[in-house]
Structure formats: C-alpha cells, structure tokens
C-alpha cells in the first residue's frame, strides 16, 4: 500500500464544498508542496494570490516567440498579471499508510521525516513494503515521534509468531548455555519454567502486535 494523504482545501470545506487532492507521501517537501499547491488554486473560492506557475510570476509567455507587431505575448495563464487566484490553506482529512497520531496538521515535513524513517526501517529489519510500513507505524504509535522511534532500531529482536515463541527461544538459549555442546540439555528443559520466565521477560521488552506477529524489542 502506497502511503498517501488527502489535502483538503480548507476554504472550500468552510463553504460547504469537498475540494482536495490526494497527495503521494514522498521525502521530498517541495513534491509534495507542489501537488498541494496545484489543488489550491483550483479551488473555487480563493482567499489570496499566488505567483503564476505558468511563467514563473514573469507575466510573459515562457520562452516566448515574438507576435507579428515584435512584442511578446503575455502569459495565457494569468493575462500578464503575474498572480493568479489561489487558497490559502489546507488540512489533512484522510491517509492510508500514516501513523494514527498524525493529525490534519501535521505538516508535510512530519510527513516526509516519516517517509524516510520507513526506509530506514526497512534497511534495519529487513522487511519491506507494507510489512516495514505497518512496523514503523506500530513503532511511531509505541513511542510517539521519530527520533525515539528510530533510536529503538537498534533494539530490534525480530518479529515472532508470538512473545512466548520469542521467550522460549531465548530460555532455550540460555539453557545451552550450560551445555559444553552449546544444546539445551533434555533434562533442563524438562524442568524449566518456561512459562515463568516468558512471564518475567516481558516486563524487561517491548512488544508491538503486527498482523503476522509480534515485533519484540530490547528495553
């Protein structure tokens, strides 16, 4: 699933008309400025001007050829204003693929930070896709803004069909530590209290449901 967000044109919703655009989340602010500056000066009911995108703000035809009296045409756009009608604002009224704590104004740099944070989880769990996405989400949700986010990737255990699966191997491990082979021994197992001692590891992790598992962490 792409991640994309919908830019509503705020003047637009105030006056009882749906306007926006959706907006394909990328790294790059300027990108995503642009889309959404588009959506603004279609809008209906504009509230300022904005500099002409067609030529630039220069009120000429870009590269333009000379008409048959030698002058150079005026802007099509914009008639050689150099401004054009425009909103001002925006929100941000649905997403797919963002964390539920971004909120309708968030910002686009929140939104770009984002993106690049699900790239680093990708290099850094090895999961891909929706996969990484969903984990970044999941992590972003646990500790609620990036830089704390991004710090627990070093944390990363894995991701397992449940905590007691993640428990039992590391007992499991811990037991063969006792073992000159490096194998839990049969005798240990049969008298460990694996149950216990998953009981008492989770307070030491972290957690995080996922559809296909549970994403365990090192507090």
Excluded at 95 to 110: H, K
Excluded at 144 to 169: K, M, P, T
Aim: hydrophobic share 40%; net charge negative; glycine share 6%.
């Amino acid at each position: 699933m792409a991640i994309r967000f919908y830019a509503a044109c705020l003047a637009s919703y105030n006056n009882g008309v749906l306007h926006g655009a959706w907006i394909d989340a990328e790294s790059d602010v300027d990108a995503m400025q642009e889309q959404v500056n588009a959506m603004l000066r279609k809008s209906r009911f504009p509230n300022v001007t904005v500099d002409c995108v067609d030529c630039g703000g220069d009120g000429v035809e870009p590269a333009p050829a000379l008409d048959a009296q030698g002058r150079v045409p005026v802007c099509e756009t914009c008639k050689g204003a150099c401004k054009v009608p425009s909103a001002e604002e925006f929100a941000i009224h649905d997403s797919e693929g963002l964390p539920r704590s971004f909120g309708e104004f968030c910002g686009l740099q929140a939104i770009a930070d984002y993106v690049e944070f699900v790239e680093e989880v990708e290099e850094a769990t090895g999961r891909d896709g929706e996969e990484a996405e969903e984990l970044a989400r999941a992590m972003l949700d646990n500790w609620h803004d990036i830089d704390s986010a991004r710090s627990e990737l070093d944390n990363f255990c894995g991701v397992y069909d449940s905590f007691r699966e993640y428990a039992d191997e590391s007992a499991d491990e811990v037991i063969a530590c006792h073992s000159a082979d490096g194998k839990a021994p049969q005798f240990l197992i049969n008298y460990f209290d694996y149950e216990s001692y998953a009981r008492d590891l989770s307070h030491e992790m972290t957690a995080l449901d996922l559809s296909d598992g549970v994403a365990v962490f090192h507090q």
